[in-house]
């Protein structure tokens, strides 16, 4: 999560999907959308894989998605290089 609210892009949303965990997941996710207005939790029952990436599309606003695994860490400049490069060409 820091990894993503360090951004040096800042204009983006996390959306976050708790699938249904039961390790005190959720509370921290609640925690972090306390802090940061960007961060916005979902959680729903456990299904998986496939149907929590479904969930997290459709709660997803912006027109552009960065997916990223629990595990992941962010390079400071990610989203900003990508968007800079989306937008260089849009085909």
């Known amino acids: 999560m820091e990894s993503l609210l360090e951004q040096t892009y800042a204009n983006f949303e996390v959306v976050v999907i708790d699938d249904g965990s039961s390790d005190g997941t959720l509370e921290v996710l609640r925690a972090w959308e306390q802090k940061d207005v960007r961060v916005r939790v979902v959680a729903i029952k456990h299904q998986g894989i496939i149907p929590a990436l479904n969930a997290g599309l459709e709660a997803c606003r912006a027109t552009l998605v960065a997916r990223m695994d629990a595990d992941d860490r962010a390079h400071p ?7 800079a490069m989306l937008e260089a060409d849009p085909g």
């Open 77 to 83: 400049e990610r989203l900003e290089r990508q968007v």
